[in-house]
């Protein structure tokens, strides 16, 4: 069964050229650890909500924007082993990181029950 991880961030707004250019070198090497697919997006249309929501979620501050990754994987083992490799890679950013504070970013792995897209 597939996985998905996921990733919440809030970025400030004026770091979005800096972690687009994370996020181009980390696809490459997720996928060379095994990933299927790679997704990051930049928020456009979010709300705060009145209980809660992505900016609640992850207490965004003025002049930030928040961000999600997702990573597909073809199997729990697959990943499990992909993030392994990915971790001792020279190329994964350690912490703390200069783009964006990871205290309050949140992330976690979603067994995929379901998932479609129109080819290409």
Not at 2 to 19: C, E, F, L, S, T
Not at 37 to 65: C, H, I, M, N, Q
């Amino acid at each position: 069964m597939a996985i998905v991880d996921v990733v919440v961030i809030p970025v400030p707004g004026q770091n979005r050229k800096a972690y687009l250019r994370e996020a181009k070198k980390l696809a490459p090497l997720f996928i060379e650890c095994g990933a299927s697919e790679v997704l990051d997006g930049w928020a456009d249309d979010l709300g705060d909500g009145e209980v809660t929501s992505f900016p609640r979620a992850v207490l965004k501050d003025e002049g930030e924007a928040v961000a999600v990754g997702f990573v597909l994987w073809p199997t729990k083992r697959a990943r499990d082993s992909g993030w392994k490799k990915a971790l001792a890679d020279p190329r994964m950013p350690q912490p703390p990181s200069r783009i964006y504070d990871g205290k309050r970013m949140f992330f976690g792995g979603f067994d995929v029950i379901r998932h479609e897209r129109k080819e290409p």
